[in-house]
């Protein structure tokens, strides 16, 4: 079997604001093609690290390699157009335009038309309910389905790594499946995912490799396999969500 192309690699990234030492020499591999979760608690450095990787908070030392560049402390826009897109905590919908130009916004570094075509293409695939709403205001618009416009805003760039910060964070239960489904076929379809999440259980079922962040640093790592079976591991740092 063919060894994976790595993705993203960290090495001994640390974030500092000020004197707090957000993230504390933490390595990190994903492969391509394969789905990384980032668990932790709250405060343990797994927004930090999304942000830094995305260009949109300073990196104090370390290094991020992406496709074997490095990126570190590059600007967010130049990260971007390389193939890296973020939906962020929160969302951060542009709530006073409709469901249609928040994608368009999100397809702003790809100037191929038939590309920006295919990924509409893809995203309405992935997201009908979204194409239902095509023309509706985004602030009309349910959590779950602002969820999946913060995903599908992120996939209209064309994107070769997806970086997905709480995708999970306040949603009903069947959205919460809904969601984990498709982040299951953008691994298939060839996009590479690495993912923030506190609902650990949920995470670990569609995810290959895990790590688990404690006050800035990697406590755990493995299979993700390996870490949905140890039980104590999971009632101890990744809490429930069965």
């Not at 999304?50 to 104090?60: K, M």
């Not at 928040?102 to 009908?128: M, Q």
Request: net charge neutral.
């Amino acid at each position: 079997m063919e060894e994976k192309q790595i993705a993203l690699q960290i090495e001994d990234l640390q974030v500092c604001y000020g004197p707090i030492e957000a993230v504390r020499k933490v390595n990190l591999i994903v492969k391509e093609q394969s789905v990384v979760a980032l668990l932790g608690a709250n405060g343990a450095g797994k927004t930090s690290m999304l942000r830094t990787i995305s260009g949109l908070t300073p990196a104090s030392s370390g290094k991020i390699i992406y496709y074997g560049k490095d990126i570190t402390n590059i600007a967010a826009e130049k990260i971007a157009k390389l193939g890296l897109a973020q939906a962020p905590e929160g969302r951060q919908i542009f709530t006073d335009l409709t469901v249609d130009e928040n994608l368009k916004a999100g397809a702003y570094t790809v100037k191929d038309k038939k590309i920006i075509k295919k990924c509409y293409e893809r995203c309405f695939r992935h997201f009908p309910r979204l194409q239902e709403r095509r023309n509706q205001m985004a602030n009309t618009l349910s959590g779950g389905e602002l969820q999946m416009l913060a995903i599908a805003r992120a996939l209209m760039s064309n994107p070769k790594l997806l970086l997905l910060d709480e995708p999970s964070l306040g949603l009903a239960p069947l959205m919460v499946r809904d969601i984990f489904e498709i982040i299951k076929e953008l691994r298939e379809e060839g996009t590479t995912v690495l993912i923030v999440e506190q609902n650990a259980f949920q995470t670990l079922k569609i995810a290959d490799y895990g790590y688990v962040l404690e006050n800035g640093k990697v406590s755990i790592k493995g299979p993700s396999q390996e870490l949905i079976t140890d039980s104590n591991l999971v009632d101890a740092y990744l809490g429930g969500g069965k």
